[in-house]
């Protein structure tokens, strides 16, 4: 089925069944029970089939539409094979009892289309793409959000890497989750959290992406930069899977970040689940104090785990990782909250090389001098933007003492920089103006842009490469910014 309606072959079979159910009626005489019988024979079969496999409530309206439609095509057939004659509704009740029908069963390929269970798009680098997941924890780092002493601070991190063509299509990793359990408990926490009935987003559980868990490294010995992610404020770690894999494709090892009691629902290795803990209060100032908190808690994190990366490279911490980590070339980026935590880690952090932000407004309550180049991307700004948020990015990519981006993607919105559009309504104000795989697409190809000058040495101006995806402003060291388009 095509990418934007989303449903399996029996789904599109029972949908056709049904429709033709419902139009029978309205065949000539000679048509009318061949067609009726062969329909429901669908139906029923399409029906059984998914009630097995998994019933999507996409689907219902459907089966109800069906459901109406079925008595009233059967009875005119059953009462002629007893001998009585046949009796049909009269055209006039008939039409309307159709259009309630065929109304009913064209809900279900809307919703399929509306809120679709995800497919990502194919990695195009050289790579296949593997996956892991590392739990790791700080000794040195009490866990603030609990009142436990003996707490310590634990992130849990998924690797996307660059593995052999030969495990592509192999063993393909569920999306959200290690396991389908894990994958229902996080999309029922990020439901909760957007306030959103748990059923919309079934769909997440059921989708599966272009990794393999396990699956060995690419060959030849290359060690591969990093990119170190942290999601958005109530976030998870593959929110951004398909820019993830995109990159590992292309030779990058990219790190989502769980940053319990702020992502929406943690599940740890021990089989507990962490749900968030933050919220906002309305009041400006309170709600800007307890950003600077949370921005703070995950640029320590990222700090953490790019120190971590020196042990799973060397084999203290065992996977298929050992040997294969440049943790001389190890970038922090983020969406949102996580874009603010990426920006004010590498400011902390000297170690970092360069920084990507998506999205994200700074909340370092003492931005200085930092030494990273960084990518900013920001969505189209318009009347509803935080007229406060190109000023303080502005202002730190200002400070910066390295060449930086700041690049504005037309009709895209605070979401498009994720996964969302894969899987939520096309609407403008929620996931940008741009078709389902375009947001996750130049995230990804503005990313490796700027990660192959930055990091592998290209040749070329990433300001030519950056300027074909929108409104590119340059911010030199000590110089005043400066627009490409």
Known sequence: MSAYVQMSPWEALLVLGAVV??????????????????????VVAAGAVLGVIGLRWQMVPVLAGAAVAL????????????????????????????????????????????????????????????????????????????????????????????????????????????????????????ADYAGLPRILLDGLPRAHTHATFDAPVAGGGERFPVVLFSPGLGGVRTQNTAWAEELAGHGY??????????????????????????????????????????TAVRAADLSFVRTQLGRIDSGEMAGPLTGHLDTGRVVAAGHSLGGAAALQAARQDPRFAAVIDLDGAPHDPAPQP?????????????????????PRLTRVLDLGTATSYRLTVPGA?????????LYLPPLPSLVGSLDRTAGPRITAAASLAFLDSTLRHTAGDPATALSAYGTLVVHHPGGNPKSTA
């Open 413 to 421: 919105a605070h979401l498009t920089f994720t996964d969302a559009p």
């Open 370 to 390: 930092f030494p990273q180049p960084v990518l900013a991307l920001t969505q189209a700004i318009g009347p509803d933007t935080d007229p406060d948020y190109l």
């Open 253 to 294: 090892v990219v790190v989502g970040l769980d940053h319990p009691y702020d992502s929406a629902g943690v599940v740890l290795t021990e089989g507990r689940t962490i749900r968030t803990k933050v919220s906002a209060t309305g009041d400006d100032a309170e709600d800007e104090k307890r950003a600077a908190g949370w």
């Open 71 to 190: 008595p009233f095509a059967l009875s005119p057939l059953l009462r002629g094979r007893t001998g009585r004659a046949a009796r049909r509704a009269p055209w006039w009740l008939a039409l309307p009892g159709s259009v309630v029908c065929l109304a009913l069963i064209a809900a279900g390929p809307a919703a399929a289309w509306a809120l679709p269970t995800p497919a990502f798009p194919e990695p195009s680098g050289p790579f296949a793409v593997g996956t892991t997941v590392l739990e790791l924890t700080d000794p040195e780092r009490p866990e603030t959000a609990t009142a436990a002493p003996e707490d310590r601070r634990t992130v849990v991190a998924q690797f996307w890497y660059p593995a052999g063509k030969d495990t592509a299509g192999t063993g393909r990793a569920q999306y959200l989750g290690r396991t389908a359990h894990e994958a229902r408990v996080v999309s029922d926490a990020l």
């Open 21 to 42: 159910l419902v139009l029978a009626r309205w065949l000539p005489p000679r048509l009318r029970r061949p067609v009726t019988v062969a329909a429901s024979a669908v």
